[in-house]
């Protein structure tokens, strides 16, 4: 088992929906959860974080973790074809390590 | 100016050479990073450094070295490439987050191959 799981995608959406990426995780003691954005031929971009179980919003994005299940997801309200991209989740774990994974492939058909 | 530069963006050397990447930083950070990217695999850490005096191996790094040459500054080496250390490669520094955790600040990545 994979210590961050993210399933691959292509995840399609069209414009104006709500996108739903998810991810599960294998260590309990996990500490604090990352949403990372990378477009195409680039470096990824930190968009969120969440330690706290529930949810937190910034804008059209909201992150969700549920440590009983060891879920966390991010959530992209309305859309835009300029949120393709490929999302990674990313665990800290503790000291110096923080887990990546592989990544789900985000696409928004105008 | 980036934050976090990285040279060369793209490098095609030749199994049995030794090749150095390059990283600088003004962001002000003492954590830097050595990730390799590849398809299927996400990033995986290769070394890490928390001031001029602290490296550590990550998880993958046989094949690999680094040099903190000053806070700014962390290279990485592959002593003897072989082709399966083609991959894309990203420097990252890392800053405090409200609750004690560490996010991340990428370079632009450079895209090596080994023939």
């Known amino acids: 088992q994979k210590e961050v799981e993210q399933n691959s995608g292509p995840l399609s959406v069209p414009e104006g929906a709500i996108a739903s990426l998810n991810c599960t995780y294998s260590d309990r003691g996990s500490q604090s959860f990352f949403w990372y954005r990378q477009y195409s031929g680039k470096s990824p971009e930190l968009i969120m974080f969440?330690?706290?179980?529930g949810d937190k919003e910034d804008g059209r994005f909201t992150a969700q973790l549920n440590k009983a299940s060891q879920y966390v997801s991010l959530l992209i309200r309305d859309s835009q074809p300029s949120d393709s991209a490929t999302y990674l989740c990313?665990?800290?774990?503790?000291?110096?390590?923080?887990?990546f994974g592989a990544g789900t492939r985000l696409f928004v058909k105008a | 100016d980036a934050d976090v530069t990285q040279t060369p963006r793209n490098r095609i050397t030749k199994t049995g050479k030794r090749i150095m990447l390059e990283c600088s930083q003004t962001k002000g950070h003492d954590r830097m990073y050595w990730y390799r990217q590849d398809p299927g695999l996400g990033l995986r850490l290769i070394y890490y450094s928390f001031d001029v005096k602290d490296i550590n191996k990550g998880e993958i790094s046989d094949g690999y070295s680094v040099s903190r040459q000053a806070q700014a500054k962390f290279s990485l080496s592959l002593e003897s490439a072989i082709p399966n250390q083609t991959a894309l490669y990203f420097c990252?520094?890392?800053?405090?987050?409200?609750?004690?955790?560490?996010?991340?600040?990428f370079g632009s990545g450079t895209r090596l191959t080994v023939v």
């Open positions: 990313a665990v800290f774990t503790g000291g110096f390590k923080t887990i």
């Open positions: 969440i330690y706290s179980n």
């Open positions: 990252a520094t890392s800053d405090l987050l409200p609750d004690r955790t560490y996010g991340y600040t």
